[in-house]
């Protein structure tokens, strides 16, 4: 402090309040681009019983761009075969195939117990000299400063503390303080629903569950069993009508519902049991100054679909990037803008798949099962068929390609696959070799050739790796080692494509000078300062 100035210096780069999953790896991704980064977290412990337990290929993506990757995949379990939704009969109602690898790299879908990995990225920020995670404090205050926020926090004992630093970003959940003090309103869709949720270890360690994950579309009782993680089990049982949420939150009412399944004291562990009701909604706006939201602050989904917690990820890895080149002077400030406007729309697509599944599953009505049950037996149990059609999953308009009348190109802003690349020597997928920031892959190296030497200076001050590929066995820098991102480069007549940070697709281009404007674009649209 000076007498010009009373307020606190900057202490940090970004100040994240909440230390679960979502503020974890926000740290980890800010820290190691070279950050300082200030955690503040009201509990003095971590959280030490499951919530979240499922992510997806994108999610693990994520997770490897983090430098954690091997240490995630060590505490969690990839399905093996299908998700399917049966009725009371027992026939396939829809059946989802989660077996193998995704588009990302990952497979499709992973299942874990969130203490564990909470501890795999608390480990993870620990070994980062550039974070400071303070527990027991809870952020009571947010004052702008010109150039910084000071927060003020208070300790379980009464005693308030200052600090500083340049962007907050609140991931302190539903009921966020940081999303409380922004005034951000929600949209709300009035979709709730009860559900007991019921945590398990099973002492049968050798019974095998096929499948891993399904789902009885019992108007009775609806009901999901899905892995909790590497030797654990999740229950979820709908709340009925004639039901109230203190009777049927009670060690009683789980081991009674339990039982059908086999399940008892003598083979069974009962970890945990919590009603929650499931909600849709989200924030408006996830910025207000040097203030920003991410995940549950931001948005509450159902969990139909296994993307709330994937939904928080996203936010971070959108984030990152974009706080990166503001933090370094590479962007104007209003880049943050364009976090709100791709990510909220994004993330519409999310909830209302999970309300759409939900409307499914949730049916306590007996006609209304039988007719949901005839309709999606005649359609084979194939989900393209089965299920209620949603829009794609693409970013809201910002930091993406568009044409010459000012519209955002119609076929961008999707996510990219990863495929394996290989290059000096070593084959490995793409992001392991690039490091995870943009990319502009080109068909080979004639498309470099168009890119001039302020292209060339703006791709290397953003941090872009260019990837000119061959074709297998035709040598080259970078050749595409599974034959994969050329064909589809060539089937739809582009010559270059530019990935983002977060895998989703800027924009391609379909000459070399084409390519030559697609930079300068690129360079308008994340607001380049020049620094």
């Avoid at 303080?177 to 019921?198: C, H, K, N, P, Q």
């Avoid at 709330?308 to 890895?317: A, Y």
């Avoid at 595409?480 to 281009?509: Q, T």
């Amino acid at each position: 402090m000076n007498a010009e100035d009373p307020q606190p210096r900057p202490t940090a780069d970004v100040a994240i309040v909440g230390f679960g999953p979502v503020g974890q790896l926000l740290s980890l991704l800010l820290a190691r681009a070279g950050h300082d980064v200030l955690v503040l977290e009201r509990w003095e412990r971590p959280y030490a019983l499951p919530r979240a337990v499922h992510f997806d290929d994108e999610i693990g993506r994520i997770f490897q761009a983090a430098g954690v990757g091997d240490r995630v995949r060590a505490v969690t379990e990839p399905v093996p075969d299908h998700y399917e939704w049966r009725n009371r009969a027992g026939d396939a109602l829809v059946r989802i195939d989660w077996s193998g690898n995704g588009p990302s790299g990952w497979p499709t879908a992973n299942f874990f117990s969130q203490p564990e990995l909470e501890g795999v990225l608390a480990a993870a920020v620990a070994e980062l000299p550039g974070v400071d995670v303070r527990r027991g404090l809870e952020v009571t205050g947010l004052d702008e400063h010109g150039d910084r926020v000071v927060l003020t926090a208070r300790t379980k004992d009464g005693a308030e503390r200052s600090f500083a630093a340049r962007y907050v970003v609140g991931a302190d959940g539903a009921n966020s303080f940081v999303r409380e003090r922004m005034g951000s309103a929600l949209t709300d869709l009035g979709f709730y629903y009860d559900w007991l949720i019921v945590d398990t270890v099973p002492r049968d360690t050798d019974t095998v569950w096929s499948p891993m994950n399904w789902q009885l579309c019992d108007p009775r009782r609806p009901t999901t069993i899905v892995s909790g993680g590497p030797g654990r089990r999740r229950w979820e049982f709908m709340r009925l009508p004639d039901e109230t949420v203190a009777d049927l939150n009670t060690p009683e009412s789980a081991w009674r519902l339990l039982a059908p399944w086999g399940r008892t004291p003598e083979n069974t562990v009962l970890e945990r049991h919590a009603v929650y009701t499931f909600q849709a909604r989200w924030a408006d706006r996830w910025r207000a100054g040097r203030l920003l939201l991410a995940g549950d602050a931001a948005h509450l989904m159902p969990p139909f679909a296994g993307q709330g917690m994937c939904s928080g990820l996203r936010d971070t890895r959108n984030l990152a990037w974009k706080l990166d080149l503001v933090l370094t002077g590479t962007a104007a400030p209003d880049l943050l803008d364009t976090y709100t406007s791709e990510r909220v729309e994004h993330v519409q697509h999310a909830i209302g798949m999970s309300m759409a599944l939900g409307r499914v599953i949730c049916v306590s009505d007996e006609d209304a099962a039988a007719e949901r049950d005839a309709r999606m037996i005649a359609a084979g149990a194939d989900p393209a068929r089965a299920l209620p059609p949603t829009p794609p999953p693409v970013l809201g308009d910002g930091v993406l390609q568009h044409d010459a009348d000012g519209t955002r190109h119609p076929n961008v802003g999707h996510l990219t696959p990863q495929y394996r690349v290989g290059h000096a020597g070593r084959t490995a997928l793409l992001d392991e070799l690039t490091g995870g920031g943009f990319v502009v892959l080109t068909d080979g190296d004639a498309p470099c050739a168009a890119l001039d030497a302020a292209d060339r200076a703006f791709l290397r001050a953003i941090g872009a790796t260019l990837v000119p590929l061959s074709p297998p066995g035709e040598g080259g820098a970078y050749t595409d080692a599974d034959d994969a991102y050329l064909p589809h480069m060539r089937d739809h007549g582009h010559v270059a494509a530019v990935i983002r940070p977060d895998f989703y697709l800027f924009g391609a281009a379909t000459t070399p000078a084409d390519l030559h404007d697609l930079v300068g674009q690129l360079r308008e649209r994340v607001r380049f300062t020049g620094a």
